[in-house]
């Protein structure tokens, strides 16, 4: 029976950028990806900051910038001015090939589509085609994503009951502008929210996405309205791609192991909450799991899940004293109307951009953003803080096992 030391199950960003640091400790690592390709088909929408991208020691190359972002409400309209590329988006299949030659590099092996499934602590079963093999592993790591593969099979979280479900299609579209996305919000996209993102050339990705069971529609339903609401942007475009993903949108799993397995990324909930922003977070959180791994591994035999401890606290210390907060705007939101929306869009045009890009980011703490709140007014600043602190009545409860 073929034994590896680690054996991660996804190759996404999360468990490629594991993968590398602990092939590079000399352990033998098998990264098993279900899909036939690397980064294919794409999942998100690829919204990110540069200067977070390039801490990360990603390239520029990997990246569309932007400079401008607007938000249209049924009413209402604002643009947020950065005066130069603050925001991005990332070609997303570079982005998750380059992780994997990274990892390669580094001595992983890399499996297409391989499907695994956990039979017993530290035996799984892989599934290519129409042939299955068994493997053992010391450490098995679940980066299957919002499917959390492997920690509901152990029994490790329940999984994820409250999702962004989203779908885009990426168009030739020449009229489309290179450095300004869009936001649309309200009834075009209720429960979520509608995208047009540049990708360079005359590249744009045009999406909705929803928060599901908070809404039983589709967001594949509602695509067509979001671009007739964008048609003058979009005129003579050409369909070149469709794009479909999901992402956890509830409060997030306390416990992320058990005995022989760690949880990482969007199987962890590490995306950020509040624009479902996941792959900037879920790679921190895999480059933070790691040192606890190569740790755990310097033990021979099956790690135990007391040796993994570690990453319980580092884990939920990865998703930033912010995300309670972005979790409780999530719900917020998903409940507003279009007075509401047209309200908000309204607020969030007089901010200045130090701002409102906190916001964005899900940096609700960050001092730039509680400073100027303050600065405002008490009327002002409850204005913008209120969705971080009231929060909503979702549908869905924590993912905690019972």
Same mark, same amino acid.
């Given at each position: 029976m073929e034994a590896y030391d680690v054996v991660i199950a996804g190759g996404g960003p999360a468990g490629l950028a594991m993968a590398a640091p602990l092939a590079e400790a000399g352990l033998a690592v098998l990264v098993c990806e279900r899909n036939a390709d690397i980064g294919l088909p794409v999942r998100t929408s690829g919204g990110s900051w540069p200067d977070d991208l390039r801490a990360l020691g990603l390239p520029d190359r990997l990246w569309h910038p932007i400079s401008r972002l607007s938000f249209e409400s049924q009413h209402s309209r604002c643009t947020i001015d950065w005066?130069?590329?603050?925001?991005?988006? %990332? /070609?997303?299949?570079?982005?998750? !090939?380059?992780? &994997?030659? %990274? &990892? @390669?590099?580094?001595?992983?092996t890399i499996e297409n589509g391989t499907l695994v499934r956990l039979e017993r602590t530290g035996g799984l079963?892989?599934?290519h085609g129409g042939e299955s093999r068994h493997v053992r592993c010391r450490l098995a790591v679940d980066a299957?994503?919002?499917?959390?593969?492997?920690? +509901?099979?152990?029994?490790?979280h329940e999984g994820f009951r409250r999702v962004g479900v989203g779908y885009e299609q990426e168009l030739s579209a020449p009229a489309f502008g290179q450095d300004e996305a869009v936001i649309l919000v309200g009834g075009l996209a209720p429960s979520g929210y509608a995208w047009?993102?540049? +990708?360079?050339?005359?590249?744009?990705?045009?999406?909705?996405?929803?928060?599901?069971?908070?809404?039983?529609?589709? $967001?594949?339903?509602?695509y067509a309205p979001v671009e007739r609401a964008l048609a003058g942007r979009l005129a003579g475009?050409?369909?070149?791609?469709?794009?479909?993903?999901?992402? $956890?949108?509830?409060? &997030? $799993?306390? +416990?992320?192991?058990? /005995? #022989?397995? *760690?949880?990482?990324?969007? @199987?962890?909930?590490?995306?950020?909450?509040?624009?479902?922003?996941?792959?900037?977070?879920?790679?921190?959180?895999? !480059? +933070?799991?790691?040192?606890v791994a190569i740790?755990?591994?310097?033990?021979?035999?099956l790690v135990p899940r007391e040796r993994l401890r570690a990453?319980?606290?580092?884990? !939920?210390?990865? =998703? #930033? =004293?912010?995300?309670?907060?972005? *979790? =409780? @705007?999530? =719900?917020?939101?998903?409940? *507003?109307? /279009?007075?509401?929306? /047209?309200?908000?869009?309204?607020?969030l045009g007089r901010l200045p951009a130090e701002m409102a890009t906190p916001i964005l980011r899900g940096d609700i703490l960050s001092a730039p953003l509680l400073a100027g709140a303050l600065r405002r007014g008490p009327s002002s600043a409850w204005r913008v803080l209120r969705p971080f602190v009231?929060?909503?009545?979702?549908?869905a409860e924590s993912a905690e096992p019972a």
């Open positions: 005066g130069g590329p603050v925001g991005c988006s %990332l /070609d997303v299949t570079a982005t998750w !090939r380059h992780l &994997a030659e %990274l &990892a @390669a590099a580094a001595g992983a079963t892989l599934r299957t994503g919002t499917n959390a593969l492997l920690a +509901r099979q152990s029994h490790v047009a993102f540049p +990708r360079g050339g005359t590249r744009v990705r045009v999406g909705v996405g929803l928060i599901q069971p908070d809404t039983d529609l589709n $967001p594949r339903e509602l475009a050409e369909l070149l791609e469709l794009h479909s993903g999901r992402i $956890p949108s509830q409060e &997030a $799993p306390q +416990r992320l192991t058990g /005995d #022989g397995l *760690m949880v990482v990324g969007d @199987a962890g909930g590490h995306s950020n909450p509040l624009l479902g922003e996941g792959i900037r977070h879920v790679i921190v959180a895999a !480059r +933070r799991a790691a040192p740790a755990a591994l310097g033990t021979p035999g990453w319980e606290r580092a884990g !939920r210390r990865t =998703r #930033g =004293r912010s995300w309670g907060l972005a *979790m =409780r @705007a999530n =719900r917020y939101v998903a409940g *507003m109307d /279009d007075a509401d929306w /047209d309200r908000a869009v309204e607020t009231r929060g909503g009545g979702g549908v």
